[in-house]
């Protein structure tokens, strides 16, 4: 996992498992769709330095 916006490794994690519990949240209640969350999914992994393909990334809510 890339250094980003001057952060380390553990909390770029964190933060990025933070955003990602909450897009749950507004998936599961209606408030984004399942492709707004997919795009903020992938826009968070960005920001962030995860990738979609790495141990830290949560894929449970990303249908095709």
Do not use: P
Not at 21 to 37: A, H, R, T
């Amino acid at each position: 996992v890339q250094e980003r916006q001057g952060g380390c490794m553990y909390r770029n994690v964190m933060m990025y498992q933070i955003m990602v519990d909450i897009l749950k949240g507004w998936l599961e209640n209606g408030v984004i769709s399942q492709k707004d969350y997919r795009a903020m999914h992938t826009t968070m992994a960005e920001k962030y330095g995860i990738s979609l393909s790495g141990i830290f990334v949560d894929n449970s809510s990303v249908t095709s």
